[in-house]
């Protein structure tokens, strides 16, 4: 008897400590927990002080700005005027951040698949303003040429893991007056993902504008589902210049998306701290938003700046420092503030081939980006400190996407993930094999087209290909292979029209 009562003793004590457990873990699973890794290098009240340091510049220092009728909405405005500086107080930013959309939505050309730029979620998608091609075929690096801007449009379209395409160079065999233009055309007819687009006037502007309106249909088919989105790049420091503004201006009274995204370099252009030059990044941006809001209350904007740093030893600008993913994940949480949309960079290297660094310096990137919840994320296959664009490296970096993508989808902890009940069926020293739950969640694990994971002997049956000779082989499979849909033969021809009349 005395035997039996220790017995049920340790039995119920056995119960009661399953009990407790299985009451956390019904508390789990009742919220459907969702494990997603993230990052902030700021606490709240430093987020808050960012802020208010901010205000404190665009109505202390204020912004250089030239162009009258910019100057004449500002005034109306409340803001301070002295010769070419612009002075905003600190409630009229606030209150055109209040106007600013929580999130912004384009649309590849089928109006189908769409982006939507919001909370934490992250979109990549390649760069711009490249002057030279290596060409994935010879291995040569030369200037970039109309014939390269189709090639990347092409790539950039099969990528799964590139949202947008953006026109990816400056051609060397355009006419300079009109090759923002021939660029945005090769974009938008060779790939059928959005395109983010820089120009360097309004009359371009407009054009590029108008071949949106016909890809689209009409002019509100366009603004209710945009498949086109503006870039305007302020000049470090505190300086907008009128060719910059009419664009904006435009673009605001559209409707249209657009992204306000300055270049501040720590030590150069900027302070060589990382807060200060977050700050006038910051501000740099947020004048843009306000000038925007004061043309039209609503009107979408992505806020953002490229901070990085100047490379005291070789006076570059870096696209693959440390420091300039810290002031990236800053500014991403400053745009979390704010609940507006913000632009990134990853993806990038300072690197001349899409070598070892190259590799390192964009996986770090990506990764940071994801993590830090920067929401349209850009400059992903830049090589050579934005000189260069590599197809082989676009490809890479897609990969690398996918991983990171993979990493950022986390841990599922609800019933069928947590796998208690296959984890008892197969027992002690059985396996999993054979069971239906492998065959439902196998195909979770990201197996990637690039990278290796046979057995040496498989490797050297298969020629043991390195690794770049893999990334050649598949970045050239991939643009011959590709075929993007096609526009209609109509708007081709009113494309072409559009085209001959430009100067």
């Known amino acids: 008897m005395t035997s039996e009562a220790q017995f049920t003793g340790k039995t119920d004590a056995g119960s009661a400590k399953k009990t407790a457990g299985q009451s956390v873990l019904d508390s789990v699973l009742e919220s459907m ?87 934490t979620d992250t979109w990549y998608g390649p760069t711009l303003d490249a002057f030279d091609y290596l060409d994935p075929d010879t291995g040569q690096r030369r200037p970039f040429t109309l014939k390269d801007c189709k090639t990347t449009s092409i790539l950039a379209d099969a990528l799964d893991n590139f949202s947008w395409v953006m026109t990816i160079g400056v051609c060397s065999d355009a006419p300079a007056a009109i090759s923002d233009r021939l660029i945005a055309k ?18 371009a502007m407009k054009d590029i504008y108008e071949m949106g309106v016909i890809i689209a249909g009409d002019e509100e088919r366009l603004i209710n589902a945009p498949n086109i989105i503006g870039f305007q790049a302020p000049i470090s420091p505190l300086t907008y210049n009128d060719d910059l503004i009419d664009r904006l201006l435009f673009a605001a009274d559209k409707g249209l998306p657009q992204v ?29 938003i306000v000038l925007a809001q004061m043309v039209n209350p609503g009107a979408p904007f ?26 990236s994940s800053a500014m991403a949480q400053l745009a979390h503030y704010y609940n507006i949309p913000f632009f990134g960079t990853s993806g990038c290297s300072d690197a001349k081939l899409p070598d070892s660094q190259a590799a390192v310096e964009a996986t770090f990137s990506c990764l940071t980006s994801a993590m830090s919840g920067a929401n349209m994320v850009h400059d992903n296959g830049w090589l050579d400190h934005s000189n260069l664009i590599s197809p082989e490296y676009m490809l890479l970096i897609d990969e690398v996407i996918e991983r990171v993508n993979r990493y950022m989808r986390g841990i599922w902890m ?54 770049n000779e893999r990334l050649k082989d598949l970045t050239l499979k991939t643009i011959i292979e590709h075929k993007p849909e096609p526009l209609p033969e109509q708007i081709y021809k009113e494309l072409g029209r559009m085209a001959a009349n430009w100067v």
């Open 33 to 119: 927990l969702h494990i997603k890794p993230r990052q902030n290098f700021l606490t709240t009240a430093q987020v808050q002080a960012m802020h208010e340091a901010t205000l404190s510049v665009m109505e202390r220092t204020g912004l250089k700005v030239t162009h009258e009728k910019a100057k004449e909405i500002l005034s109306s405005y409340g803001c301070s005027i002295e010769d070419d500086r612009v002075r905003l107080p600190g409630h009229v930013v606030e209150e055109a951040l209040s106007t600013v959309p929580s999130q912004v939505s384009f649309f590849d050309r089928s109006r189908k698949n769409q982006v939507i730029l919001k909370d």
């Open 414 to 467: 609800d019933e069928e993930h947590l796998a208690l009940d296959v984890i008892d069926k197969v027992g002690p020293g059985g396996h999993y094999l054979m069971e239906k739950h492998t065959m439902d969640h196998f195909r979770d694990v990201w197996y990637s087209k690039l990278f290796d994971r046979t057995t040496l002997s498989t490797w050297t049956s298969r020629g043991s290909k390195q690794f």
């Open 260 to 288: 306000c995204y300055s270049g501040p370099q720590a030590g150069s252009t900027s302070p060589a701290t990382f807060a200060g030059t977050v700050i006038q990044g910051s501000a740099e941006s947020l004048f843009g």
């Open 302 to 327: 992505i806020y953002g700046a490229f901070a990085t740093i100047m490379d005291m030893n070789t006076t570059i600008f870096s696209y693959g420092a440390p420091e300039m993913n810290i002031m």
């Open 186 to 203: 090769q974009a938008l007819t060779n790939c059928s993902k959005p395109l983010l687009f820089c120009c360097n006037s309004i009359e």
